[in-house]
């Protein structure tokens, strides 16, 4: 293990496959110091294969390892590598890069920083870390082998589970709760008021926003991303919710368990989104709607309606099964010539 951060480590294949729980094929004193992809690997580094129309990338790497099934294993000890031989390569390489970074990344020392504020009444167990000019508000709960990153705020009663990070310069707002082992990215916001405002004679009336935000287990938000409280009741994330950057849920929104969303993606208030799903890059799901487990949405599509039935959705125009979306869209780029054809016909008919 490396004494300081960023210095370089050298670890021999044989712990890597141990750790990873695959089948060591190769020299396993081979020493590694990095993990690359093929195309820029070196023979100090582990790679890995996951799809077969890659597989050519095999005959030219210079990768000393690399993480693969058992049909492309004999490829990559032909050129004198070593291979791991897992059921999922793509699994097994999300694994070694946690192992690697717990390496790499060490988590910083227990203990409050100097220039970090707990007020009174807080409780913090005592291997948490609390970065500098940190603000730790009064009855907020610190739960063990938690971080709290520079700049960082955690609101008045709000609570944070065990091994959970929030990364430098995020907001934890008032009553808030995250299970164990999240990470909430730089610059989020969690807990900031929901977009409520009654209108009166022209104007715009707050409404006070009086709920929380209930997050479970293993959820982690991206970087700038807002999750707004709720207005009465909590806006609720439940357990392993994946949420990439600059992301926007609104007040009373509900993600059930292992959904995740692409970066951009915007949930109007009070929508309910099920189980398993996941959400490409800008989607836009409007307030109030239901949608089932297990329903994928693609980038950019727009949801005006509640999906009940789990599958694949896709277009604005207006969403719909995927299937049916790509033959209307077909249709809709062959439009020109239909028209001139037509046209044509109708030429010819007239008298």
């Not at 990559?76 to 070593?82: D, E, H, I, M, N």
Request: hydrophobic fraction near 45%; glycine fraction near 12%.
């Amino acid at each position: 293990m490396p004494s300081r951060p960023g210095e370089t480590l050298a670890v021999r294949l044989a712990d890597i496959a141990a750790a990873l729980g695959g089948e060591l094929r190769g020299d396993g004193e081979r020493l590694v110091e990095r993990i690359g992809p093929l195309e820029a690997a070196t023979p100090t580094t582990i790679s890995f294969l996951a799809q077969a129309r890659l597989k050519p990338l095999l005959d030219t790497t210079a990768a000393g390892a690399v993480i693969v099934r058992d049909d492309v294993a004999s490829v990559v000890l032909a050129r004198g590598a070593s291979a791991i031989v897992v059921a999922d390569p793509y699994l097994a390489f999300a694994r070694l890069t946690r192992w690697w970074a717990a390496r790499t990344r060490p988590l910083p020392e227990p203990g409050v920083h100097p220039g970090a504020y707990v007020a009174p009444g807080a409780q913090l167990h005592a291997s948490a870390s609390v970065g500098p000019f940190a603000v730790i508000e009064a009855h907020a709960v610190l739960a063990e082998h938690v971080v709290i990153g520079a700049h960082a705020v955690v609101g008045e009663g709000a609570e944070v589970g065990a091994g959970t990070q929030l990364r430098a310069r995020s907001t934890f707002g008032q009553a808030c709760r995250i299970g164990a082992r999240g990470i909430v990215h730089s610059g989020a916001v969690i807990g900031a008021d929901g977009f409520g405002f009654a209108p009166n004679e022209g104007r715009w009336e707050k409404i006070e926003q009086l709920g929380a935000v209930r997050i479970g287990d293993d959820v982690e938000i991206g970087a700038n991303t807002c999750v707004d409280r709720g207005a009465l009741d909590d806006t609720v994330i439940e357990d392993g919710v994946k949420l990439d950057n600059l992301i926007q849920i609104a007040h009373n929104v509900h993600i059930g368990a292992h959904t995740a969303m692409a970066g951009c993606v915007g949930v109007a208030g009070s929508a309910r989104i099920g189980k398993h799903c996941t959400f490409g890059g800008a989607a836009m799901i409007l307030g109030h709607l239901q949608i089932a487990d297990h329903v994928h949405i693609s980038a950019a599509s727009v949801v005006m309606s509640s999906i009940l039935k789990p599958g694949q959705y896709s277009g604005v125009f207006p969403i719909d099964e995927n299937g049916n979306w790509e033959k209307n869209a077909a249709t809709l780029r062959q439009l020109h010539t239909l028209r001139t054809r037509l046209r044509a016909l109708e030429k010819k008919s007239s008298p």
